[in-house]
């Protein structure tokens, strides 16, 4: 896939990489973006080559440093932009992708930016990196899953404070309260998520699936309807692996 000008998209090896190609505007997310990222999801989710999916952000200050306001709040009416939405819901996309998902995140990480990297599975950060949701500053309520995703990786004590207070986080803290899997230095960021994509890749399209799926389900699940959750999926990829072999 080409021709965007928002994002760079590439495919080598069983990943995909998604690169936020803004960096002159911090690779703040507008909606060309939104629209073009539907586009690449999209492609990620159906694509059997693709195994894993990395998202990263061109430049040197910063992954994502959020919303183009001037532009997500001059929607013509309400009943359009919930039309939009609907029929291009970003957010649920990302979480509907069934495939391990890893953010590359350096610099300013505020805003949507944040909560794209909370989609995804594995965040791996640099040491310069700042996190916030910045929204309520604002006077607005976080719309892309910051209130839902943030609590179910921090907790819900650190995630009220961060979302109410709106203060920012750096790459000490963000490791030590979850909400990043490690932090590396800056020149290492993209090889070390080279190097984890390609640990995860070499295994079975359909066990890093469910695997996932027995995970991201079984969070809202009792003990004993996750571990029925578990059986299921297992069962169903030793029934695939044996047609398989058959064929």
């Not at 910063?62 to 939009?84: H, K, N, W, Y």
Request: proline share 4%; net charge negative.
């Amino acid at each position: 896939m080409s021709g965007f000008e928002t994002i760079i998209y590439e495919k080598q090896d069983n990943v995909g990489y998604i690169t936020l190609n803004r960096p002159k505007a911090l690779n703040v997310y507008n909606i060309q973006m939104r629209d073009e990222l539907f586009q690449v999801l999209g492609a990620i989710k159906d694509d059997p080559e693709v195994k894993v999916g990395v998202i990263r952000g061109a430049g040197e200050k910063a992954f994502c440093a959020g919303a183009d306001l001037t532009e997500f709040l001059m929607a013509p009416s309400p009943t359009i932009a919930r039309q939009v939405r609907w029929q291009r819901d970003i957010w649920g996309l990302f979480l509907s992708i069934n495939k391990p998902m890893i953010a590359a995140l350096h610099g300013y990480v505020f805003g949507s930016g944040i909560e794209m990297a909370l989609c995804c599975d594995i965040r791996v950060a640099s040491d310069d990196v700042q996190l916030g949701v910045p929204e309520t500053g604002l006077g607005i309520v976080p719309a892309a899953g910051g209130t839902q995703t943030l609590p179910r990786t921090v907790g819900r004590g650190y995630a009220l404070e961060l979302l109410l207070s709106g203060r920012w986080v750096k790459a000490e803290e963000a490791l030590r309260i979850k909400l990043v899997n490690r932090v590396v230095p800056r020149e290492v960021l993209w090889p070390e998520v080279d190097r984890l994509a390609g640990k995860i890749k070499v295994h079975g399209a359909n066990v890093l699936s469910y695997t996932k799926q027995a995970v991201i389900q079984g969070l809202d699940l009792t003990l004993e309807q996750g571990l029925e959750l578990e059986s299921r999926l297992g069962a169903s990829l030793l029934e695939e692996m044996m047609k398989e072999e058959a064929t």
